[in-house]
C-alpha cells in the first residue's frame, strides 16, 4: 500500500551522469525522499552513498530489515552511529571529493564529518538531486492523481459540514479522517481550515471557533498515496455577507485562471509567478498576495519548481506544481485558490477536482 | 486550544545566560520549537535573534499578523528572503560574535550566511538550548499529562478493533480520530500499528494486513495538547500461540520496570539504558534489543535528554522521558512497552495510563 520498490534503475543512472558532470567522486545523501526516489526505501532515517560503481544505503538498527526487503542491487550497511558510519563507507572507497546536498544536511553534521573525513573534500551541491524529481514519470503521476482524487471525494463528504456552529477543528479532523478511509496513507500537512479574520491568515491552524454567518473559509488540504502528496486549496463563502469579498474572489480566480491558462512546458516559473501577480495588482490587492505563486508537487509536498517572482527554474511537460493566488485582508477575512496541476506540451491537466466557482454555502 | 502565549520571560533570561557563559555576543535561533518555546510564536517558519538587550522575530509575510498577535517585549521583523533578513539584523547590530544551533542550520543556509556576514563569526552551539527545554514547567507538564491523558483515552476507545479480520490501517486511522475527537490537534507521530511479522520491524508503518490469531500487536501512539506531545506503545497479544510471546513480554516487562524503578533526579541517563538493556541481555535477547531505552518528550516528540548508552545528561525532577526497551525477532513478532514519566526528585510518575500487563485480547 504505502510503496512500490525498489525504484527504476534509470532513476541511478541519472544521477551518475550528475556526478560525471560535477567532477566528484561520490555522492552522500541524507534527504530521505531524494533517497526513496533513488532506492526505494521508505524508511525516516538513513543516509545513501553512491560512487562510481555501487551504491551504499546506511541505516540503523530500526530499518536493517526493511531496507534489505525494499531495495534492489544497492549494498545495505548497518550502522551504531550515522556519522562514523558515513564516514567509513566514505574512507573506504579511494575517494578524494564527495558531493552532498547542502541543505539536507545540517552544520553539526557537516563539521563533524569533515573532522572525521581529514583530506577528503565535501563539495556542497544545490538542487541538482531535487531538481531530478521535478518531472514525474507515469507511475508518479498515476499516485497522485489518485491522491487528488482522494482528497477531492473526501472533502465532498464533509462539505455539509461547512456551515454556522460548526467549528473549524471539527471539519479539519473530519477531513482528515474521510481521506484516511478513502486510502490516504497520511494527510499532506495539518490541514488549514481557517474562518471568519483567521483565513486573513495565510497559515492558520484549525481551531475552536465556531463558522458564523458571512465568513469566508479556506480549507487547504491534501492526500498522500504511496508517498505522493496531493494539495489544493478551496475557499468557500458562507451566508452572503459583503460584495468585498465575492470581488476579492472573483479577482483572485482571475489570476488563478489566466496562471492556469498560461502554463505549459517552456515558459519560465517566474512567467506564471507574473502572470498571476499582474492580476491582482491591476486589482489593487498586490499587497495582499503576500506568498508565492506554486510550488512543485511529488514525494515532498513542497518541493521543485517553485512558482515565485525569483524561481530559475522552466516548466517541462511531466512537472506537477500548484497555483495558488490569494489575498488576506489583515482582521477580516482571505481568499486563496490552488489547484495543482501536471504540465504538458501544450497546456496543463488539472488534478484537483473540487469546483474553482465562488461558492456560497447556506 | 493550541498554544499559551507569550512564553514566561525567565526562559529568555536563561538564554542570557549561555550568551554571557559562550562568551558571544548574540543568538540565531532557527529551531522552530526552540523560538516557540522563548517567545510563543507557533508559526512554521521563521527566526529569532536574540542580542544583549533585544530580541527580534523574523518571520515571512505569512506570519506577521500571527507574529504581532503571539508575542510580547520581541520586535518582529518581516523578510521576504530569509537568509537576507538575518544578514541585514545581525549586520546592524554591532556584533562581532554570534552562536547558532548547529543542527537546525543547514550547510546551504550556513554558507550563504557566512558570505553575506562578512568579518563576523558564527559559532556553532550544540544542545545548549535543546538543553534548557529538557526540565519542565507546571504548565508545560499540565500540557504534557493532558495529551497523555487524551490519547489513553482514545486508545481504550478503539480496544475492541484489535481482532482478527481488522486491518492495521483501519485501527490506525480511527485511533487518530479518536484522539483528535479528544481534542489532540495533532498526533505526536505517524501512528504505529504493527501486526504478526510487521511488529517484528520497529518503526513499520500500518499497512492492510489483517490481524491474524497469534499475532503481537504493536501500538506506538501519541497526541499533542498546546504543542506538547505523547508518547507511549502498548503490545497486545491476539489470541494465544507462543509461549516464546509471552516469555518474551515478560523480559521486555521486567527491563521496563527496573528500569523505572532506578528512575530520580541524580542518576544518569546511561544507567537507566543500562539497566533496562543488562535485563534483556540476562534473558539472552540482548541482540534484539536494537533502540536507545527512551528519550525526552515535550515540544518535539523527541529532545533532551536521550537514554541511551552514550548520552551525557543526568536526570533531573522536571524532565518528562519514555523508557520504551522492545525486542524484535526478525519475521516473526516483536515486543515493545514503553511510558512515558516524569522525573521527580525521587522516584517518578508515570504519565501514560494504558496498563502495560501482559494481555491476550480474543
Known sequence: ???????????????????????????????????????????????????????????????????????????????????????????????????????????????????????????????????????????????????AEISCEALTAVRDLIKPGVRETDIAIELDFQMRRRGAEQVSFPTIVASGANSAQPHAQPGLRAIKNGDMVIIDYGAVHCGYHSDETCTFAVGYKDKKQEEAYSLVKTAHDRALEAVKAGIPCVEIDRIARECIEIGKLGKYFTHGTGHGVGLDVHEAPRITSNSEMILEAGMVLTVEPGVYIPDLWGVRIEDMILVKGEGCEVLTRVSKNFTVLQ
Do not use: W
Open 1 to 147: 500500500m504505502h510503496h512500490d520498490s525498489p525504484a527504476p534503475p534509470e532513476r541511478m543512472a541519472r544521477v551518475r551522469v550528475i556526478i560525471h558532470e560535477l567532477d566528484i567522486d561520490a555522492l552522500l545523501l541524507l534527504d530521505m525522499n531524494n533517497i526513496r526516489y533513488l532506492t526505494g526505501f521508505t524508511g525516516s532515517d538513513g543516509a545513501l552513498v553512491i560512487g562510481e560503481n555501487e551504491e551504499t544505503l546506511l541505516v540503523d538498527g530500526r530499518y536493517t530489515n526493511q531496507a534489505r526487503k525494499e531495495v534492489e542491487g544497492c549494498h545495505v550497511s548497518e550502522y551504531k552511529e550515522k556519522i562514523d558510519g558515513i564516514a567509513a563507507i566514505l574512507l573506504d572507497g579511494s575517494l578524494t571529493s564527495v558531493g552532498f546536498e547542502s541543505q539536507a544536511m545540517n552544520v553539526n553534521t557537516y563539521l563533524n564529518l569533515k573532522e572525521k573525513l581529514g583530506g577528503l573534500t565535501l563539495n556542497p551541491l544545490s538542487n541538482e538531486i531535487a531538481a531530478l524529481r521535478a518531472v514525474k514519470d507515469e507511475k508518479e503521476i498515476a499516485h497522485i492523481r489518485r491522491a
